[in-house]
């Protein structure tokens, strides 16, 4: 047996006959087929002998074929050289618009949440963040309100229109959440806790998975991997800052991961400058540079009360500054060929601003 694997991908309308022609091919040659449907697409990975040898002319032809090795296979940017895209409710990851999710670290109360979402709403966000369960490094510190923050953030989509995207921390929480969420976030500190992974593949939900801040970009990748293993193409991968030897800001955004994923992935990327840089003035620069560096989503702190949040107030911008960032963002993105995804709710602020004196 080699190491040597060789991927295939076929479109689905293939005569299942071919397929299974190309399976008893690598048989025929000591080589083992897995089969995974991906993308609307039947990827064939072969390992072994056969996958040295030349493909036989009278078999049909795969849409694409591709080298791996490393165990990371169905996340290679040949299988879908145009990309894949993500959708998370109403709102699209990896259609070549800027898409910007944003709202507080942690859902604390029904005010705090309203009306942070609200503001981001009415200033161009196309999904709502905000942790319910919150993994903090210490036990002592606020753990978030669990399934009664779901509650909270399901009424703020109730009124935003907002898809909410929200950490799933256990594997015995996914089927519960999938009935109330848009899209789940794994968070920097579960990146390798694999059944986490699975689980979240197998649900088909949609899913951003962050890297851990001392995780490489190549074990982001094989992370991943559990995802799309399960079947599950809809993720987006985020860059959240990793572990360096600098500490003037809490991590060190690595935007050369971003360039390098886009190039070695079909998977979106997603850039949380929040979380990376732990400072707000940091924020709106390195969000333009994210955006420069090829991201195509963007995941931003914001919270009306930033002095008063029970989780990472300190890096939360408040809506004044998340309302000029994304002025900034929307010209650089023209700069750079591209533009800010349609906020669903174009005209909430006129709807709201009536009804809602406490909108920021
Ligand atoms: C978060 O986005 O709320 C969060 C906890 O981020 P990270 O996992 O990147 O620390
Ligand atoms: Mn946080």
Request: hydrophobic share 40%; aromatic share 6%; net charge negative.
């Amino acid at each position: 047996m080699t190491d040597a694997e060789l991927l295939l991908v076929f479109d689905s309308t293939i005569d299942p006959s071919g397929i299974e022609g190309w399976a008893q091919h690598f048989d025929s040659t000591g080589t083992t087929v897995t089969t995974y449907r991906l993308g609307g697409a039947d990827v064939m990975v072969a390992q072994g002998p056969g996958t040295l040898l030349p493909l036989p002319a009278d078999l049909p032809r795969p849409r694409q074929t591709a080298r791996a090795s490393g165990g990371f296979r169905l996340g290679r940017r040949e299988l879908f050289p145009s990309g894949t895209a993500v959708t998370i409710g109403s709102a699209v990851v990896g259609d070549g618009d800027i898409a910007v999710f944003a709202g507080p670290c942690a859902v604390e109360n029904p005010g705090q949440m309203m009306s942070t979402a609200r503001a981001v709403a009415r200033h161009g966000a196309v999904g709502l963040r905000g942790g319910a369960f919150k993994p903090r490094t210490t036990p002592y510190s606020f753990q978030g309100l669990k399934w009664a923050g779901l509650d909270l953030l399901a009424q703020a989509r109730e009124e935003t229109g907002l898809p909410i995207l929200t950490e799933v921390v256990d594997p015995r929480h996914v089927d519960r959440m999938a009935e109330v969420v848009d899209g789940f976030q794994i968070g920097t500190r579960n990146m390798q806790n694999f059944e986490l992974l699975t689980e979240v593949g197998r649900s088909g939900m949609p899913a951003v998975l962050k890297r851990g801040f001392g995780c490489t970009v190549d074990e982001l990748l094989t992370a991943a991997e559990y995802i799309l293993a399960e079947g599950n193409d809809q993720l987006v991968l985020c860059e959240r800052g990793i572990r360096t030897f600098e500490g003037a800001t809490r991590f060190t955004l690595d935007l050369s991961a971003v360039a390098l994923l886009k190039r070695r992935t079909h998977l979106p990327v997603m850039v949380d400058p929040s979380h990376s840089l732990g400072i707000p003035e940091l924020i709106e620069p390195l969000t333009l540079a994210a955006v420069a560096a090829g991201a195509d989503a963007l995941l931003i702190d914001v919270h009306v009360q930033p002095e008063q949040a029970l989780c990472d107030g300190k890096q939360a911008l408040l809506p004044e500054d998340f309302a000029r960032l994304m002025s900034r963002l929307e010209m650089l993105s023209l700069g750079v060929g591209r533009r800010l995804a349609p906020a669903p709710a174009a005209d909430y602020s006129e709807i709201h601003d009536a009804l809602t004196p406490d909108v920021v």
